[in-house]
Nanobody, 115 residues
């Protein structure tokens, strides 16, 4: 069992930056592929970025060049650095841990981009 706790969300102006964190319980964090998803009101949850257990990263096209996912296995934490934020980035951001067949989700953190 893995528990995930996201933090770092909030209100930011367009063009601003935020760094989200997702802290995981357990001692085998390094074996999980970690992802960030987001869900805007009235929309389906979508993948933002993934970092594998081996450190390979992948991004949704609309986030490439603006968002950076990273992990610190010593701290059992995955991060999402978000730059050049736009109003359309407003959503609840969720962390997910995957090690098939297991999936675990965090409770989400709200990001609002508005002037």
């Amino acid at each position: 069992q893995v528990q995930l706790v996201e933090s770092g969300g909030g209100l930011v102006q367009p063009g601003g930056s935020l760094r989200l964190s997702c802290a995981a319980s357990g001692n085998i964090f390094s074996r999980y592929d970690m992802s960030w998803y987001r869900q805007a009101p009235g929309k389906q949850r979508e993948l933002v970025a993934t970092i594998t257990s081996g450190g390979t990263t992948n991004y949704a096209d609309s986030m490439k060049g603006r968002f950076t996912i990273s992990r610190d296995n010593a701290k059992n934490t995955v991060y999402l650095q978000m730059n050049s934020l736009k109003p359309e980035d407003t959503a609840v951001y969720y962390c997910r841990a995957r090690r098939l067949p297991e999936y675990y989700w965090g409770q989400g953190t709200q990001v609002t981009v508005s002037s």
